[in-house]
């Protein structure tokens, strides 16, 4: 057994973490040279690859001279912090991934906040070094300002700092970029150094608690994590301690170890080593694994409460059935249960005498992704706009609010700040830097449903926005979240005409090209104003038997708008529903009679 070193990788989005693990697995010669390879090599699910960001954390490991370093591989978008505060026991030390150029961001103070609190010894990597204006020195002043301000104590504090560039392969202790050599040697040596070994005792009765899952069609699913005492074999005969106080007993079927890429059968583990174990078909997340018939369970994982929260339903449109092939309550129960299993931060209840539930995650993009993948495996739903969840603290009703931080051209800044200040945002500060200018804000999270997107219209692409959860605060008394524009507003059903969308196009902006399919309340296109405006998309030029002189004018029309998914949950009101099916992707009316919907319209008017 070499000697072991368990770190995580964290980071804000985009600074480079997967990139950097690449260059970790090449450096330390866990490839054959005529080995192929590809870049961010962790990020193995589609939508991860498509999308560019980590969703999932993951688990490998290196040989390293005579140790064995396990690394794991997190997220960095806040709504996936869970994967984060999951893995965080698991680990001693951790890399923490600064961008030279753009210094600490929400996301930076999100995920070393969590590593303070599990107590892990932090190294800090200030990567992309080669980037053109990286500002290194300021940076470095940016983290450690930040450790005082989340109170890491003085040991924490005389942090180690290595200067690397992951898309070249080079490091050094150096800020200097002339002084990077190839290789990943000063992080290794540095990780071995000050990275403290797993304080864990083989002679100690078994403990293991997995943090993440998979799945194997061979043999089920699997859990990940780390030994936190005693020694586990192929075959031995275990204990699990459930969540809810009862035991179960199990064999263990498989053991796995890692190494690169791969996952490798293996015989044995002992205390302080990552492995997985496969052989309860309901393992979950959380649950101790102990010696037979022992019942020694390690505390829960403590895991923050979700912000957020959508109605998932069966779909009720008239097109239901004809694109998927799953549409059963039954299965869209069986399959959010699944996810409850694996992500232990995602809540799922099911709303009494009805085939809908409320699912609550932390944040649009986590309950979107789990929609994204819904969507591919052949489920067919409906989804309503997210809302915050209020939470009653000391008599009081709160909501939760974000910390945001945004960097725009000078010319946009009077529009963000206007549109920020309408949806009860507060000006923390304002920093100039040449044409740039950073802004930060506290701002209610509901005051950010919808604004996405409009923020690249506002600023015509040259925005960058980041934000993350904050604090819950009392509720301000305020409407915000609201689509202030009306939309237009389908009155027929059948396959929209050129002709039609040729008289309807000067409303509006349409979301649907000629020939698309349509029917009775689906939301087609934007309303110039502010109500909501019934329109007949798949009307018909009327033909007579009478020759024309002249031939008919060609058709010219602009081309539609694309909404994805994201976008669609951000542009919805609290009336409107969105249509999830494995091909399209809809906006629709909750009430989608034109008749019914204006009488439903005008008793709300007479109520308020």
């Not at 192929?36 to 390293?64: P, Q």
């Not at 020195?137 to 940016?142: C, G």
């Not at 009327?542 to 669609?568: A, H, I, Y």
């Not at 906006?587 to 009488?599: D, G, H, Y």
Request: proline share 4%.
């Amino acid at each position: 057994m070499k000697e072991i070193r368990n770190i995580a990788i964290i980071a804000h989005v985009d600074h480079g973490k997967t990139t950097l693990v690449d260059q970790l697995l090449k450096c330390s010669g866990t490839f054959r040279e005529n080995e192929s390879t590809s870049d961010r090599m962790m990020d193995s699910n589609d939508i991860e690859r498509e999308r560019g960001i980590t969703i999932l954390a993951k688990t490998t490991a290196i040989n390293y001279k005579d140790y064995r370093i396990n690394i794991l591989d997190t997220p960095g978008h806040a709504d996936f912090g869970g994967e984060v505060e999951r893995i965080m026991h698991m680990v001693d030390g951790c890399l923490l991934v600064v961008d030279s150029f753009e210094g600490t961001m929400p996301q930076t103070r999100f995920v070393l906040k969590k590593a303070l609190e599990a107590k892990v010894k932090p190294v800090v990597v200030i990567n992309k070094i080669d980037r053109p204006n990286a500002n290194p020195s300021k940076v470095l002043d940016e983290v450690l300002d930040l450790f005082i301000e989340l109170g890491a104590d003085d040991e924490l504090l005389d942090f180690k700092t290595v200067y690397a560039s992951g898309l070249k392969g080079t490091s050094s202790y150096d800020p200097d970029p002339a002084t990077q050599q190839e290789g990943m040697d000063p992080i290794f040596e540095t990780i071995i150094s000050e990275i403290p070994a797993p304080c864990t005792d083989e002679t100690l009765p078994l403990q293991f608690q997995p943090a993440l899952l998979d799945y194997n069609d061979f043999v089920g699913k699997i859990g990940i994590g780390r030994i936190a005492g005693g020694k586990i074999h192929v075959n031995d005969q275990v204990t699990c301690c459930r969540l809810d106080g009862t035991t179960k007993n199990f064999r263990i079927q498989k053991l796995y170890g890692f190494l690169g890429l791969k996952r490798l059968e293996i015989e044995e583990a002992s205390a302080g080593d990552i492995c997985a174990i496969a052989g309860l078909p309901d393992l979950c997340v959380g649950e101790t694994i102990c010696n037979f018939n022992e019942y020694n369970p390690l505390p829960l994982l403590r895991i923050d409460e979700p912000t957020l929260q959508m109605t998932f339903g069966t779909n009720s449109s008239p097109f239901s059935g004809k694109e998927g092939t799953l549409l059963t309550a039954r299965k869209i129960e069986e399959r959010l249960f699944k996810e409850t299993q694996r992500d232990v931060s995602l809540k799922i209840e099911r709303i009494p005498n009805s085939e809908s539930w409320i699912v609550s995650g932390r944040g649009e993009l986590h309950l979107s992704i789990l929609i994204e993948n819904m969507r591919r495996e052949g489920f067919e739903l409906e989804v309503s706009k997210p809302k915050v969840i209020i939470k009653e603290i000391d008599g009081v009703k709160c909501e939760p609010y974000e910390d945001v931080q945004i960097d725009v051209p000078e010319d946009y800044v009077g529009t963000i700040m206007e549109s920020l200040g309408s949806r009860g945002g507060e000006l923390g500060h304002m920093v100039y830097d040449g044409n740039q200018v950073k802004l930060n804000y506290v701002i209610p999270s509901r005051g950010l449903l919808g604004f996405m997107t409009n923020f690249m219209t506002m600023t015509k692409g040259y925005g960058i926005i980041n934000h993350t959860f904050k604090e819950y605060r009392p509720c301000l008394k305020m409407s915000v979240g609201e689509r202030a524009i009306g939309v237009l507003v389908s009155t027929d059903q059948g396959q929209a005409t050129p002709y039609a969308i040729q008289h309807v196009e000067e409303r509006g902006t349409l979301f649907i090209d000629p020939g698309t399919d349509v029917y009775e309340g689906m939301i087609i296109g934007e309303n110039k104003y502010d109500s909501d405006l019934c329109v007949t998309p798949v009307k018909e030029k009327n033909l007579t038997n009478q020759r024309s002189s002249s031939k008919d004018t060609t058709v010219v029309l602009k081309g539609s708008r694309k909404m994805s998914l994201e976008e669609c949950l951000d542009y919805i009101n609290t009336d409107e529903l969105v249509e999830i099916t494995p091909s399209s992707i809809r906006m629709r009316k909750k009430i989608l009679n034109t008749a019914e919907r204006k009488k439903f319209e005008a008793r709300q008017e007479k109520n308020v």
